[in-house]
């Protein structure tokens, strides 16, 4: 389990929830990608967002993030409406999505130095924010080598990096680890830790991988076919389902073992699997 200390700087404005989603309902032509979903991340917890294929949790992820518009119901990060100010939302976000985010021709400094032009990081302190967060993630060593000799477990933690130069307060991460064999997952997350506790930021993450959830989160909310099926932290779930349950039991118990796509388009689940084919 991360060990976490009290998030730095101000607490947000919404009571000390860091996102909060409200009834959240969004459409692809007929189809129901994500349907009535409520669940909220106080600030400075890693929240898990677990769910078969085609759940809804990209949808929901990219809405939070402001890729895709609030079609019903609310969504709040730090106290800030994402439809009615959605350029200060993505100031206080870290994304780091399914698709790979690196461009191999560069370095690995190149990469996130041009995230922190992206980001508007001011000239003169740009140069010291890109070796900071590339010493953070542990890239200092590889930063001059082109990111296309990275290993799967580099690049994620370069997207990483990329996330982080706009010192963000709510890091969203998609599958951060997939692909991934478990020594660089495990990289991954150790990363994902030293970020928590020495940044104070929270993290809402997605991941099919149960372990990685269990020993990871504070709080899960499991999606099946668009709708929250059960939110609570994984000790407490595992719990109310007897004694020798796992997380996977947990699991299946609240998708009724029906993994049919739900929602999400087919182009998604393509995309999730070159990304994986990348990266492996």
């Given at each position: ?36 979903a ?91 924010v ?13 930063a ?18 990329q996330a ?10 998609d ?39 269990e ?23 595992i ?42």
């Open positions: 389990m991360i060990r976490r200390r009290p998030p730095v700087g101000d607490l947000p404005a919404d009571d000390g929830v860091a996102l909060r989603v409200e009834r959240l309902t969004h459409r692809f032509g007929p189809a129901v990608a994500v349907d009535e409520s669940f909220e991340l106080a600030a400075g917890e890693v929240f898990g967002l677990l769910g078969p294929n085609g759940a809804g949790k990209t949808t929901a992820i990219r809405v939070v993030t402001t890729l895709l518009p609030v079609q019903t119901g609310r969504v709040t990060v730090l106290g800030t409406d994402v439809t009615r100010d959605p350029m200060r939302v993505r100031r206080m976000l870290g994304y780091v999505p399914q698709q790979l985010s690196a461009e191999a021709a560069l370095t690995g400094r190149e990469n996130v130095a041009l995230f922190a032009r992206l980001f508007d990081v001011p000239r003169r302190t740009r140069r010291q890109v070796e900071e967060v590339l010493e953070l993630v542990g890239l200092s060593a590889a001059d080598r082109l990111a296309g000799t990275y290993s799967g477990g580099m690049v994620r933690r370069l997207e990483l990096a982080l130069v706009n010192r963000p307060r709510l890091l969203v991460l599958e951060p680890t997939i692909g991934l064999d478990p020594v660089a997952r495990a990289s991954v997350w150790n990363r994902i830790a030293t970020l928590v506790d020495a940044e104070g930021m929270t993290v809402l993450v997605t991941t099919h991988y149960m372990d990685e959830a020993h990871n989160c504070d709080q899960v909310a499991l999606i099946h076919a668009g709708r929250i099926r059960a939110v609570g932290a994984p000790a407490e779930l719990r109310a389902l007897g004694p020798q349950a796992t997380l996977d039991d947990v699991f299946r118990h609240h998708t009724g073992g029906d993994l049919t796509n739900s929602g999400e388009r087919l182009t998604d689940v393509r995309r999730a699997r070159r990304t994986a084919g990348r990266l492996g």
